[in-house]
């Protein structure tokens, strides 16, 4: 199983990104999938999680109303786009996979993970 997440890059205050993590490997329509950030120096924080077909979200109280979590289970992929991004959104972002619970705190918790991609805001 890969997953590979793409999409960060440096914004201003204020700014817009979508991310995306395409999955390989994985049963993705009966996946559940996770968008998890880790700001440096700091632990892993849940944002966001979407169920299989896409039923159920949820998103971290940091995040709601900002950022939206969809997936295309035709290209197996899971999007998080951020809106009216802030500094302390600034992170590296990873999307997981195939975990014990919805809410995500430890790598322990998740069988797959990507890479990251970083997301850099500017004041």
């Known amino acids: 199983v890969q997953l590979q997440e793409s999409g960060g890059g440096s914004v201003q205050s204020g700014g817009s990104l979508r991310l995306s993590c395409t999955a390989s490997?994985?049963?993705?329509?009966?996946?559940?999938m996770r968008w998890v950030r880790q700001a440096a120096g700091k632990g892993l924080e849940y944002i966001s999680f979407i169920s299989g077909g896409a039923y159920i979200t949820d998103y971290a109280d940091s995040v709601k109303g900002r950022f939206a979590i969809s997936r295309d289970n035709a290209k197996n992929t899971v999007y998080l786009q951020m809106n009216s991004l802030k500094p302390e959104d600034t992170a590296m972002y990873y999307c997981?996979?195939?975990?014990?619970?919805?809410?995500?705190?430890?790598?322990?918790?998740?069988?797959?993970w990507g890479q990251g991609t970083q997301v850099t805001v500017s004041s």
């Open positions: 490997g994985l049963s993705f329509s009966v996946s559940s």
């Open positions: 997981a996979a195939d975990c014990e619970t919805r809410v995500v705190v430890t790598t322990g918790q998740c069988r797959y």
